[in-house]
């Protein structure tokens, strides 16, 4: 349940809808005139943020750091145009947001119309905000002026995985290898009169015989280790842009006299 209490903690918090799905941030928070409860808040919606959209706070709960509606983002993107004072809703314009979101209807003495949470209020906010104002004056007269910084971080987180896998492929390879063989030949050597003398010969039949010889491939394998092969990493720097929306403090001159010149009532 969302309190009067936290009304200024709301301002630039993540919505959700009922479902879980991000609507936008809330830009301004509108209270009940009588009670001082915040009924309604703007949330930017759009492509970028450009359209505010009236949201009931009714039945909504902050979880964690997000304010999580009763109403779903389909109903939130059409919600019907109204409020466009800034100061205030009026009754029909109040009306008008309680039919479209079917949370009641519209009407009963317990509601009047919603003021700005920054805006003209009642006696009770104007005290609360004066007496914020002077929390943030530091020991002299000076008011203290706040602005929101980016602050911006990395973390590591996994993209993907890579793996080596090793497989058997075939190709056919073709090697060139020397061979030899033996052939006949007929070799005639005359014999001289000493050597046939010596040698005497008979008439006859005779057979003599020469074994040829001849060498073939002959095919072996073997397994030889050729490379290694292993994965590693390298990072590598790339500059990425990064937006996000700040608040700024504005202070104002509270110069009916006008004793300020105009360019210095403002910071």
Known sequence: MITKDMTRELIGRQVVDNHGEKVGKIGQIYLDE?????TWATVNTGLFGTKESFVPLQNADVH??????????KAVKDCPHVGRSDERLTGSEEDELYRHYGIGTGTGTGRTDARHATGERTDRDRTDRDRAARSDRSG????????ENLRVGTETEETGRVALRKYVVTEDQTVTVPV??????LEREPIDGTEATARPGAMGEAE?????HRERPVVDKTTEAV??????????????????TVRKERIEVDDPQHALPRDERRS
């Open 140 to 147: 002299d007269d000076a008011m203290v002026r706040h602005e």
């Open 208 to 212: 003599h015989e020469v074994t040829l």
């Open 180 to 185: 030899s063989h033996e052939e006949v030949r």
């Open 227 to 244: 490379e290694k092969v292993r994965l590693g990493t390298r990072t590598v720097t790339e500059d990425e842009k990064v937006s996000d």
């Open 34 to 38: 009588r009670s001082g409860d915040p």
């Open 64 to 73: 964690e750091s997000d304010v999580a509606l009763g109403v779903e983002k």
